[in-house]
């Protein structure tokens, strides 16, 4: 197990944690953001938009790729305020804090914790939104991931029963105004809702859901990528109760989680977390019985590890 301090993708601070297993990147000179995420000597399972990597100081908000940490309900410029300059690193054992200057067009400074597991893929991030204005603040924790090329995200749905047992609705699903449920990147399972990432598809495309499992996930090639969240029972969540979206382009899939909305008095925080898991799985197909038989498993194995 080890922290480093490398160069990676143009820039000069970055960290690098890893054990046997995994290695996780994150950057210092821009940020809080998590770069990389892999199995050693693997493919990197984030999206990195290369004719950026390196650069630092930009006026616009760039993508960069990776994971990043945003506030909801999204808006311009509130959600797009840049985060291209150096963010400042604590190391305590297997953790890395990173914690940004105060964002001067809303008030709020971000913070993100990222611990890795010793002997496993596992990797613990913790996001905090704190509020440095002299004023209230209505929002939620947004946790993106920007998922690399050719694969597709996993959103599970609450339980199939028929129609003669069960009257009432279970999941809300939100759509936005460019959703195109008709594109062939979709497919509406009876456990699972699945959308591709096609590079050739030019048109973006976004939906939401209340998602009481507690996880989405992503294949590709021969890994999954896993996520789990809290979900709080009684809490409102932004975007008519989503607390998973996905959204995808020809360049990317965003794998995405929300926290409730919270009124954030001055000087308060709120945090958010989720806790990532890679498997090397090959041959998942899309479909509901491939995902039973081949992701299922490990989620309930997973959720074992995280509880204890």
Not at 10 to 21: E, T
Not at 162 to 181: A, I
Not at 185 to 195: F, V
């Amino acid at each position: 197990m080890e922290i480093k301090k490398i160069k990676y993708g143009g820039w000069n601070n970055c960290y690098r944690l890893a054990n046997k297993l995994v290695e996780v990147v994150v950057t210092s000179d821009v940020g809080p953001r998590i770069i990389r995420y892999s199995f050693l000597n693997g493919d990197n399972e984030f999206c990195e938009y290369e004719n950026q990597l390196g650069k630092t100081k930009s006026k616009e908000w760039m993508i960069y790729g990776g994971h990043r940490l945003w506030h909801a309900p999204e808006a311009r410029p509130r959600s797009y305020s840049p985060d291209n300059n150096p963010v400042e690193v604590k190391i305590e054992k297997f953790t890395i804090k990173l914690t940004q200057p105060v964002e001067l067009s809303t008030g709020i400074q971000k913070e993100i914790e990222v611990t890795l597991d010793k002997n496993s893929t596992m990797v613990t991030v913790l996001h905090r939104l704190t509020n440095k204005n002299l004023w209230p603040i209505e929002l939620s924790i947004w946790a993106l991931s920007v998922m690399a090329k050719g694969g597709f995200a996993i959103i599970p749905r609450e339980k199939y029963v028929p129609h003669t047992q069960s009257l009432l609705p279970t999941m809300p699903l939100v759509l936005w105004s460019y959703t195109d449920m008709s594109d062939k990147r979709w497919k509406w399972g009876k456990k699972y809702l699945i959308l591709h990432q096609d590079e050739c598809a030019k048109n973006p495309q976004k939906i939401g859901a209340r998602v009481l499992a507690g996880w989405a996930a992503y294949s590709r090639k021969n890994n999954i990528f896993v996520k789990f969240f809290d979900y709080k029972k009684d809490a409102n969540y932004p975007d008519f109760g989503c607390t998973v979206e996905t959204f995808t382009n020809e360049d990317m899939l965003e794998l995405e989680t929300l926290g409730p909305l919270t009124k954030l008095e001055p000087d308060a925080s709120v945090e958010h977390i989720e806790k990532w898991f890679l498997l090397g799985k090959p041959n998942i197909k899309p479909i509901d019985e491939s995902i039973d038989s081949n992701v299922l498993p490990f989620i309930s194995n997973l959720k074992k590890t995280i509880v204890s």
